[in-house]
């Protein structure tokens, strides 16, 4: 069922009827351009959708979207203006890779985070292991023999003497 | 009155399971075998009576019972009979169902199968699956009920949401279930352990095949799930990290560092520890994600406020197991006796290897899907985690673990030597790198990174061979010898070769499918062609079609390769009459492990229509390496040495001997 909200999503994206998520009269005469304006869209979130970026999403809002990236474009902005033109009018809700920044912090580093807090788990497991049966091996001496054992092994010693 | 019947049934499980939460376990703490005796009979009690439960919905679904709310809002009399089936579990409470069928009878699978288990282990076993049963059931009986009535019963039904009804229903959940819910298996045996303060051999043999088990129908499921939404969603996507994806991806991710560590607890009685904590996260994530989709606390934070009993319902289950499995860790896992010593370079040091990055990557993916929320509700920020984020996250955690892939399971136990399993895998490096510099040539410098995404691919998998080819020594002993060893190889060796050449698969065609697709997007008339990656597509036109439940219009594609015709390609677009809701349905066209995608857009006025037309080379191996992963489990499984059980002392072992075959 995991599908199941993410087609309801849709749905709700797809109030005016199916259409494609691009359609060929959004696209920019250059080339160049227009792989810019696909590379930012898919950076982009469709606002109603869930977790969708306007590359993908057929809503209204999306198709809106990518028009005003391609506009910004043709203008002359760079990357970072398109960017930081969408982020002061919808909020960075509308990054789908959030920025860098101290509230962001902890969701960046929790990868990196995750995997310096296991090596030096496993290096602290493995030290301390190694000491402890190092020690036991060096301070232990061989355990004595109880009285019943020694006599046992006289026992067995004068038997074969015996023979 | 037979869906009263299935009502009752479903209130006297949940009785049985309070019974049997509670007195096999007095039992095993006191060493009463009546009381212990108990567990398997209730368990598979409780199997047949959701069994009933089930079949009565089922029953209803078929019948067109519009009585039943829950029929209503999900059926309609002109639906096909596969989708008034699979309707059964496409809404809320048939799913919950399904779910809680599949928890039950794997509960009966261990009292059962079971026998050559200590009792006192198989009895807390069962116990504590009958807790998570009891919290399920209870959960489905006080918000979720599928047998609620209407008085006056409406004459037809809303029909189910026409995206689901799709042969795709009548696979993806059930596989995904089976997953989910087969990771609580490893789970009671881990509480069960802790409970019992030992960790046995028996123990351990019996936690890897649950495992096997549940990680392949979980890949399966994922796999499943992704292709569906492939075909369906219409915009040739396999993998969004949708948090709703992602909360499937998670177990699969932490079930295949569990998969990973039993093999050395099984092996070398060392990880103990380590192992039980992570059979209680993997099952703790299924938890989380059943949370997540169920209480809609993902699409918005709205639909929670709406029907806030569900969400905090499962939110008390969820604090309820994991912070009590893991409380009972914290107090208990000291008991628990530290086994064999290994060296880093060993194969055991390649397993924690193994261990570490899946934690690490399912930690990135957890916090990752979780942040927005949390950040929400601190700070009210919104922001969104999408895509591109999880990408340069998670992609750079598989990167090593792939590399490290194929020396694993060369190194010896104990204490390994890094130069000659390196030497052994000479000819998969010389493979691999052949693969990078015929890519580069082929596609030229303009993108770096899919040569070497390519080569690590085929690194992976020619590693996988290797490591069979040396096993046997086929050059050393020559091909008669050799094929004879081969024949003779452990099953689970062959499990591991499968799936570790099933992963290589999956990752070549992530790689070449996305990296060299080719997309053309065009409004076309009839007559009109156009070409993607050397084929070309000419729209013939489109004509209206009738089906049982719905309106389409079908598009029509004649594809050609230099002239000669190669496929007829029919994209449509429907409307769903009950609903008037309007689906896309691609037309895919398999060329080799490549596919041709085509889907419809909106329709001009004067007959020309918006065409989406990608060519994905090698794309089904994605879903053909997943395959041949649970293949690989299934290989595992299947190893003798798991069938017979543990090892037993020699005396009762002569015992046994002696009793005449029957």
């Known amino acids: 069922m995991k599908r199941l909200l993410v087609c309801l999503s849709l749905v709700l994206c797809v109030l005016s009827g199916p259409s494609l998520a691009i359609s060929p009269d959004e696209i920019l005469e250059d080339p160049a351009l227009e792989t810019r304006a696909r590379a930012l869209s898919a950076e982009l979130r469709c606002m109603v959708c869930q977790n969708q970026s306007i590359d993908d999403s057929d809503a209204p809002l999306a198709k809106d979207l990518r028009v005003l990236v391609r506009e910004r474009l043709v203008a002359g902005d ?6 930081d033109f969408l982020v002061d009018r919808y909020g960075e809700f509308v990054l789908l890779k959030p920025r860098f920044a101290w509230h962001t912090f902890f969701l960046w580093a929790a990868g990196p985070l995750a995997l310096i807090a296991g090596i030096t788990a496993i290096v602290i497991t493995l030290r301390r292991r190694q000491s402890t049966t190092a020690a036991a091996g060096a301070n232990q001496p061989a355990p004595k023999l109880s009285a019943e054992e020694e006599e046992r092994l006289k026992a067995l010693l004068s038997s074969k003497d015996q023979s | 009155m037979l869906v009263e019947l299935g009502h009752y049934a479903l209130v006297l499980a949940f009785a049985l399971t309070l019974v049997v939460s509670v ?37 209803a679904y078929v ?43 794997f509960g009966a699978l261990v009292g059962v199968f079971g026998g050559n288990l200590p009792d006192d282990l198989r009895a807390t076993t069962l116990a504590v699956q009958g807790w998570i049963s009891a919290g399920f059931l209870l959960f489905m009986l006080a918000t979720s009920n599928p047998f609620n009535r209407y008085e006056n019963p409406p004459i037809e039904g809303n029909d189910l949401n026409p995206i689901l009804q799709d042969i795709g229903l009548a696979i993806h959940p059930p596989l995904l279930y089976v997953g989910y819910v087969g990771f609580s298996i490893t789970f009671s045996f881990a509480v069960a352990a802790l409970i019992l303060g030992r960790t046995d051999a028996a123990w351990a043999r019996w936690v890897r095949p649950w495992t096997l088990l549940a990680w392949s129908f979980l890949t399966l499921g994922i796999a499943m799930g992704s292709y569906w939404a492939y075909y369906e969603l219409g915009w040739g996507g396999w993998w969004f990290w949708d948090p709703v994806e992602n909360a499937s991806f998670m177990p699969w991710l932490a079930g295949t560092a569990l998969l990973h560590s039993a093999i050395v607890m099984e092996k070398r009685e060392a990880l103990k520890v380590w192992t039980v904590l992570l059979a209680i996260f993997t099952f703790s994530l299924s938890l989380l994600g059943a949370f997540l989709v169920r209480s809609g606390v993902l699409t918005s934070v709205h639909a929670f406020a709406t029907d806030p009993s569900r969400g905090v319902f499962i939110l008390g289950l969820l604090c309820l197991f994991i912070g009590g499995s893991l409380s009972l860790f914290a107090w208990r896992a000291p008991m628990l006796k530290q086994g064999g010593l290994f060296a880093p370079i060993s194969r055991e040091g390649g397993l924690v290897l193994n261990n570490l990055f899946l934690t690490a990557a399912t930690a990135a993916v957890l916090v990752g899907t979780l942040y927005p929320l949390v950040l929400d509700a601190i700070t009210g920020e919104m922001i969104s985690v999408g895509e591109p984020f999880f990408n340069l996250t998670f992609g750079p955690l598989m990167v090593p673990l792939l590399m490290a892939v194929p020396f694993g399971p060369i190194l010896a136990w104990k204490r390994g030597d890094l130069l000659a399993a390196s030497q052994r895998l000479y000819a998969a490096f010389g493979l691999a790198l052949l693969m990078t510099l015929f890519t580069f040539w082929l596609w030229g410098m303009e993108r770096v990174l899919a040569p070497l995404g390519v080569g690590l691919a085929v690194w992976v998998m020619a590693g996988a061979i290797s490591e069979i080819v040396t096993r046997v020594k086929f050059f050393e002993i020559g091909p008669k010898r050799g094929f004879a060893r081969l024949y003779g190889l452990p099953g689970s060796a062959w499990g591991t070769a499968t799936a570790h050449f099933g992963i290589g698969v999956t990752v070549l065609g992530i790689v070449t499918s996305s990296a060299f697709q080719e997309e053309q997007v065009r409004t076309m008339r009839p007559g009109d062609t156009v070409n993607v990656s050397g084929y070309e597509l000419t729209f013939d036109g489109a004509v209206p079609r009738r089906g049982p439940n719905f309106v389409e219009e079908v598009g029509h594609f004649t594809v050609r390769e230099g002239g000669a015709f190669v496929a007829e390609m029919e994209p449509s677009k429907r409307v769903y009459t009950a609903r008037q809701m309007p689906t896309t349905e691609a037309a895919i066209h398999t060329i080799g492990f490549s596919q041709v995608y085509v889907s419809l857009g909106e329709r001009r006025n004067d007959g020309a229509v918006d065409v989406r037309a990608y060519c994905k080379p090698l794309i089904t191996l994605i879903w053909i390496g997943c395959v041949i992963m649970a293949l690989g489990a299934a290989f595992s499984m299947a190893d003798r040495r798991l069938r017979v059980g543990a090892p037993k002392p020699a005396a009762k072992r002569k015992q046994s001997a002696s009793v005449p075959a029957e």
Do not use: C
Not at chain 2, 28 to 56: I, Q
Not at chain 2, 63 to 73: G, I, L, P, Q, W
């Open chain 1, 78 to 83: 760079t990357d970072a203006q398109v960017i």
């Open chain 2, 23 to 59: 007195v096999p376990l007095w039992g095993a703490l006191n060493g009463d075998g009546r009381l212990m005796a108990v567990a398997t009979p209730v368990s598979v009690t409780v199997f047949f009576l959701v069994l009933v439960s089930f079949a009565v919905l089922t029953g």
């Open chain 2, 63 to 105: 019948a067109s019972d519009f009585s039943v709310v829950n029929v209503y809002e999900n059926s309609h009399s002109a639906k096909p009979l596969l989708f008034k089936i699979t309707g059964v579990w496409g809404n809320h409470e048939g799913s919950m169902l399904l779910w809680v069928l599949i928890l039950v009878f």
